[in-house]
């Protein structure tokens, strides 16, 4: 990796520089140095060698040159919405390391959390409906489109999950368009 921190030959506004909108500009995430701006890519010659870099722009003016046989360690960034101001990490210091031990924290916080909730639910009873009653089957037949065998296997198991005394664990998402899936 190459790093290069340049002087300051201009007077900058840090708005400018240390923020960027999501979705406006093309921020990348590297594993080891943060939250960049990808500014493309360069070939430079190191050791009389001519290779292939990411170059990617981090706080003020510094830059990190990435080899192209290291694109494993850097990622598109995902975080915030389209109107959330990004700051970018700088290449010195600590910060990033801050940032993935406090998101590390924050994760086994919430696997703590998921499994108490998951041991509380094994514990505790839930309500088991009764098999489906004639009216029902008749109600169902009536439906006047023919189901797919995939909805027909969702249909069947969380009838059955429902059917258990067990709390039902279950998310069922699906597309509720125009058509026969209404």
Known sequence: LLCSRLGHH???????????HHGVEHLVVHEHHGIGRYVGMEQ????????????????GTDTLYVPATQLDLISKYIGGGEDTVVKLNKLSG???????????????????????????????PGFAFAADSPWQQEFE?????????DQLRCIDEI??????????DRLL??????????
């Not at 007077?11 to 400018?16: K, T």
């Not at 009838?159 to 039902?168: C, F, G, I, V, Y």
């Open 94 to 124: 600590d910060q990033w390391q801050k940032t993935k031990a406090r998101a590390k924290s924050a994760a086994k916080d919430l696997a703590a959390g998921l499994i108490q909730l998951y041991a509380e639910r094994k514990r505790l």
């Open 159 to 168: 009838k059955r999950d429902m059917e258990s005394p067990a709390p039902m």
């Open 10 to 20: 201009r007077r900058y506004d840090a708005r400018e520089e240390n923020h960027y």
């Open 141 to 149: 037949e009536s439906f006047e489109y023919a189901e797919t065998d």
């Open 44 to 59: 430079l010659k190191v050791g009389g060698v001519t290779k292939d870099y990411v170059k990617i722009a981090y706080q």
């Open 173 to 182: 998402c699906g597309d509720v368009g125009f058509g026969k899936t209404e």
